[in-house]
């Protein structure tokens, strides 16, 4: 089996985490190999602390080729991480395919601000983070125009969005 590539997409709270370590942690039961790769880990490792566009496109472009450069026995590498932009995606479609599933985790942003477990939809509020995606920056979440799985988070939960992953991967 030929590794395969799942990156979690979507706005800040949308389950991107949730659902990757969830998966994984069914994966594993089922006797495969399995890395999560979380691009706040990933971030902070790297002392990427600016969202600028550049530094989004630097980030993301690093976490590509760091799985790239991974001499891995792994059978799945899950990636969760924002990755606002389409440029970032594609090469990393282009890059893995056809190994390489994109997952939208899509949700409303009313639900995003009720769950807010960061508490970043509170501080964009009160104007502590003048840049969060989605919310207040003008960075504006890019679709994807290659073929992707979304799941809407806010409708299903995290068993029901991890059995259609499953499913289609």
């Known amino acids: 089996m030929k590794r395969k590539i799942v990156w979690f997409t979507g706005l800040s709270g949308s389950g991107k985490t949730t659902l990757s370590t969830y998966i994984s942690k069914y994966l594993r039961k089922k006797k495969f190999k399995v890395r999560l790769l979380d691009g706040d ?39 969760s991480v924002i990755s606002p932009l389409e440029k970032t995606r594609n090469y990393a479609y282009n890059k893995f395919k056809p190994n390489y599933f994109e997952i939208h985790t899509k949700c409303n942003l009313k639900e995003l601000v009720k769950r807010d477990t ?19 920056s003008k960075i504006k979440y890019e679709r994807s125009k290659h073929k992707k799985i979304t799941v809407n988070t806010e409708k299903f939960d995290i068993k029901e969005c991890a059995e259609y992953i499953l499913k289609k991967i």
């Open 118 to 136: 960061k508490k970043l939809y509170y501080k964009a509020k009160k104007k502590i983070i003048k840049n969060l995606i989605g919310f207040n």
């Open 41 to 79: 880990k990933f971030r902070k490792k790297n002392n990427f602390k600016k969202y600028t566009k550049k530094e989004i496109i630097k980030n993301n472009l690093r976490i590509i080729n760091y799985i790239d450069s991974l001499i891995t026995k792994d059978d799945y590498i899950l990636v």
